[in-house]
């Protein structure tokens, strides 16, 4: 029999409600424990998910032997030294995307996660839901061919406020960390691997941030990706994937799930449209439980080394637009 997962979370913001919504529809799941570096706010956040362990820091959290696995939703910046923390005392960690900040951080993380022989995951969530699962199945299938092109935007205006994390260096603020990690990590998807080429423009604002990011991914055979990310603009949120025989598109909302359009060549027109439970962070949890019921150390959905290639690609888009943040520098 499975056991039932005890999770805890670290972090009181905005994604750790999110998650915490979603492990509310995942019955291997129980919300066991929440750390806030504040008692107050890890006390406010346990009664509103009724939580019954809450810790004013992060070690009591780790310590905690009935946890059995670290959700960890604090900002950017802070995922290394998070992740690190749990894994040196043996905690495995589903941790909020970017993994960390750049390409030495993520792989001194996940060769720390693989010398303890714990699991370790990108939390990747748009990867686990329905649509994007029946997506990968399409494409495999050949349903439209040998795809060739992609275009896919990911862009809100999410705040004005200076120092809001999304335009705050210091916490890794800007769209190619936030998020165009999706639009990247669905080209890396469509295409099955990294691009061979990258050519990336930004408009970078007044706090040092990218707020809106082209970019190019050239492949081998001469596929192309162009794809967007803002945080200061509104886009339109959708992906069209083009092949030889047809060309799928995803609606509105795309990262969390939402109807597509297939064309086929020939005039054929097929509307898919899969409902999704909850908010969508939940199949990521079920996905993460049942890995490790079964004694996983990584998933084969989201793999270690794919974050590993993906954070290569953001590093080079970062090359190329001048960004650095302040804890690089």
């Known amino acids: 029999m499975n056991k039932k997962i005890n ?3 670290l972090g009181c913001g905005a994604i750790a409600h999110l998650f915490a919504k979603g492990l509310e529809h995942v019955d291997a799941a129980k919300l066991f424990a929440v750390g806030s570096r504040m008692q107050e706010k890890a006390d406010k956040f346990g009664e509103e998910f009724s939580v019954p362990h809450r810790y004013g820091n992060y070690e009591n ?6 946890v059995d696995i670290i959700h960890i939703a604090t900002p950017h910046p802070m995922h290394k030294d998070n992740t690190t923390l749990c894994l040196k005392s043996g905690k495995p960690v589903l941790c909020e995307k970017p993994l ?12 720390l996660a693989r ?32 795809v060739r ?3 896919a935007d990911f862009g809100h205006c999410l705040t004005r406020d200076p120092n809001h994390r999304l335009l705050n260096r210091d916490l890794g603020g800007g769209a ?22 990258i050519t990336s423009m930004a408009h970078i604002g007044k706090t040092g941030v990218d707020e809106q990011t082209g970019m190019i991914f050239g492949y081998d055979q001469g596929q192309l990706s162009v794809v967007v990310a803002a945080v200061q603009t509104d886009t339109a949120d959708e992906a069209v994937i083009t092949g030889t025989e047809g060309r799928i598109k995803l609606h509105e909302g795309w990262w969390h ?24 962070y939940n199949y990521e949890a079920e996905a993460v439980c049942r890995y490790l019921n079964e004694g996983k150390l990584e998933s084969d959905i989201m793999p270690l080394d794919e974050s590993i290639q993906i954070v290569q690609m953001i590093d080079e888009v970062r090359r190329q637009i001048g960004i650095k943040y302040s804890m690089e520098l």
Not at 178 to 188: E, K, P, Q, R, T
């Open 149 to 151: 092109m992609l275009q």
């Open 176 to 197: 190619i960390l936030d998020l165009g990690g999706y639009v990247v990590a669905l080209s890396f998807m469509i295409f099955g691997g990294p691009p061979s080429r």
């Open 7 to 9: 999770w805890g979370i």
């Open 61 to 66: 959290l780790i310590a905690d032997p009935d």
């Open 257 to 280: 799930g939402s109807p597509m359009t297939i064309w086929k060549k020939g005039g054929e027109i097929e509307i898919i449209d899969i409902p999704v439970k909850g908010n969508g």
């Open 115 to 146: 010398e303890k022989k714990l699991f370790l995951m990108e939390a990747m969530w748009t990867r686990f839901v329905p649509p994007i699962v029946k997506l990968r199945e399409l494409l495999h299938d050949g349903t439209i061919g040998e």
């Open 100 to 111: 960390t900040i750049n390409t030495a951080d993520t792989k001194e993380v996940i060769s």
